[in-house]
């Protein structure tokens, strides 16, 4: 998967700023932020998208929200969204499952 972003991001090919990291994940601030904290969580493991991961191994797809759901209570932030794009009418850009955790302002919605 040389061509997949995020693959390449794994493969320490394509720098990031990486705050965590284990066997099976990493975890970065995404570059475009939406919000005052804005990280994704990605496996090591290509997956294209959410369905395709569940699919394929829904025990590393429980996984994947729990370290989302640790890393969202580590950086301290009130109350946090995570939020998982699928396919391209759902706003998935990069063809590789990843969690976006969202939190730093009031994340209610309407706003306010």
């Known amino acids: 998967m040389s061509e997949c972003l995020f693959c390449r991001v794994v493969a320490g090919e394509i720098p990031a700023d990486i ?3 284990d066997d099976e994940f990493i ?3 995404d ?3 939406q919000a005052p904290v804005h990280i994704l969580v990605i496996p ?4 294209p998208t959410a369905a395709a991961l ?3 191994d829904s025990d590393l797809a429980g996984r994947l929200v729990a370290t989302a759901t640790s890393i969202a209570e580590d950086a301290g932030v009130g109350g946090y969204r ?3 794009n699928t396919g391209a ?3 998935q850009t ?3 499952v990843h969690v976006h955790i969202l939190g730093g302002r009031n994340m209610t919605w309407p706003p306010g």
């Open 44 to 47: 090591r493991e290509h997956h």
């Open 19 to 21: 705050g965590y990291h």
């Open 89 to 91: 009418e759902g706003g």
């Open 27 to 29: 975890a970065f601030r």
């Open 54 to 56: 569940a699919a394929a």
């Open 31 to 33: 570059i475009d932020p």
């Open 82 to 84: 995570l939020v998982v």
């Open 94 to 96: 990069v063809p590789h």
